[in-house]
């Protein structure tokens, strides 16, 4: 089973960058599709962006396309998420995810999770 660990989460302002990574360990991680979510206060938890286990493949929630890019560096296990133009509506708490499918890092089903890292964006 694999187990995710986030981190790069922080606290920045409006118009600012950050980068998010996730590592994995105890998996092939060469094998699972990554994906990245967010929940924000009161709210569900919502699908980011994914990336298939060649990279070759990626998909975007319309909120964040042209603002964030997904991309993995199979040989460090790691997953990023390059976050560019940052708003207060993005702070929330970003979660990492796995699957052996590319459709369980999309829907969130079936998936692997990290812990969260926090992102909060003042205005």
């Known amino acids: 089973q694999v187990q995710l660990v986030e981190s790069g989460g922080g606290l920045v302002e409006a118009g600012d960058s950050l980068r998010l990574s996730c590592t994995a360990s105890?998996?092939?991680?060469?094998?699972?599709?990554m994906g990245w979510f967010r929940q924000a206060p009161a709210k569900e938890r919502e699908f980011v962006a994914a990336?298939?286990?060649?990279?070759?493949?990626?998909l975007y929630a319309d909120l964040v396309k042209g603002r964030f890019t997904i991309s993995r560096d199979n040989a460090k296990n790691t997953v990023y998420l390059q976050m560019k133009s940052l708003k207060p509506e993005d702070t929330a708490v970003y979660y990492c995810?796995?699957?052996?499918?590319?459709?369980?890092?999309?829907?969130?089903?079936?998936?692997?999770w990290g812990q969260g890292t926090q992102v909060t964006v003042s205005s």
């Open positions: 105890g998996g092939t991680f060469s094998m699972y599709a």
């Open positions: 995810a796995a699957g052996n499918r590319f459709v369980m890092v999309v829907t969130g089903n079936d998936a692997y």
């Open positions: 990336i298939s286990w060649s990279g070759n493949s990626t």
